[in-house]
């Protein structure tokens, strides 16, 4: 099975760039920029990846960050996973990054924009991976500073195929940034939002999600499976749900595969992904062949959570449908 899952060719639609940064990585940009790390070496800054919930996991993550300065160092990061994803037979993403993360150290949108498209122009071209990106506001911000940032963006509205919802979700529902949603719709930006597992209300938001802001698709979303209506409004609408298994474990002790199985017996559109892989030590593959090996997945159900993918993918119908004869034409 690991073997079969390995040369199928898959898409990842949840995975946060700054959650691809390296522990080597890190070192070498950190030289590069001349900042002093709390850590002399990889295994120090793997041992302090000492993460339980959400809140710890985000302290850590967005401390990382800061060795990310030049547009060098966002072309590097992303060139990075991009070439990791292609030696997984990954041949299509949609990452996501959070520039108000950046924009709060001083980088300019321009810098991060700019070092990110280059690494995709040219990941495309040498490895043949094709990714298209997804703009995420900090949930923890406010709602100003999210329409800010959607502005910054409108001059490369081109390049970023929406937007997203992230960071921590306590007291920070989505109706929160419902007219930021809006605005972004009205520019012709794709909905998504964050649904973590087991977050405070998470029924509620994920309510709002669906009625309020109205969104092309859910990240995580496991909590949907306990409310009937919602999992009925999201099969009727064909809505994807992003699940992150190994990043689920680090929260619920389990990689949610019998929410899974389930979700895959009620029809529901949910796929693979592998969140934030430089910390959850996981990339896709890993991610589904620990998944297969905890659920005892079958082929045809692997399949169906790859086909799951390229199905809820902000493409064109030639182009899933391009990806949909890949697959079974390996499977």
């Known amino acids: 099975m690991k073997d079969y899952i390995e040369q199928l060719p898959k898409a990842e639609l949840h995975v946060h760039l ?3 940064l390296e522990p080597e990585m890190s070192f070498a940009i950190a030289q590069r920029n001349n900042i002093d790390l709390p850590y002399k070496t990889v295994e120090d800054v793997l041992a302090a990846y000492d993460f339980y919930d959400l809140p710890s996991f985000l302290a850590i993550y967005y401390a990382a960050m800061g060795v990310l300065q030049q547009e060098q160092d966002f072309y ?10 292609a030696s997984q037979n990954t041949v299509y993403v949609e990452p996501f990054f959070d520039p108000q993360a950046h924009l709060s ?9 700019q070092g990110i498209h280059k ?10 991976i094709k990714s298209q990106l ?4 900090l949930r923890d911000m406010s709602a100003e500073s999210a329409m800010e940032t959607l502005e910054l963006s409108l001059p490369y509205r081109d390049w970023i195929i929406g937007v997203g919802l992230d960071s921590d979700e306590k007291n920070n529902p989505p109706v929160k940034f419902q007219e930021v949603f809006a605005k972004a719709r009205e520019y012709g930006y794709k909905l998504t939002m964050h649904c973590d597992v087991n977050q405070d209300n998470t ?8 009625y309020d802001i109205k969104v092309d698709r859910i990240d995580h979303g496991i909590n949907s499976l306990e409310s009937e209506s919602i999992i009925n409004e999201i099969v009727t609408r064909g809505l994807g749900l992003t699940v992150c298994p190994v990043s689920n474990r680090y929260v619920v002790q389990s990689l ?9 017996e009620k029809d529901m559109r949910v796929t693979i992904n592998s969140d934030d892989p430089a910390y959850f030590r996981a990339y896709l593959n890993e991610n589904f062949v620990e998944l297969q ?3 005892n997945f079958s082929k045809e159900e692997i399949v169906t959570l790859i086909a799951n993918a390229f199905k809820v993918a902000w493409l064109d119908e030639s182009q899933k449908q391009s990806y949909l004869e890949q697959l079974q034409a390996a499977a």
Do not use: P, W
């Not at 690494?119 to 043949?128: P, R, S, T």
């Not at 997804?134 to 506001?137: D, H, L």
């Not at 029924?203 to 669906?210: D, Y």
């Open 18 to 20: 700054e959650g691809t």
């Open 76 to 85: 590097d990061l992303t060139y990075a996973y991009l070439t990791k994803a």
């Open 105 to 113: 150290r001083g980088v300019a949108f321009d810098t991060i924009i």
């Open 119 to 128: 690494a995709q122009v040219d990941a495309a071209e040498n490895l043949g």
């Open 134 to 137: 997804i703009m995420c506001f």
């Open 203 to 210: 029924l509620g938001h994920i309510e709002q999600c669906l």
């Open 256 to 264: 949610t595969s019998n929410e899974i199985k389930t979700m895959l």
């Open 293 to 295: 090996q905890e659920g």
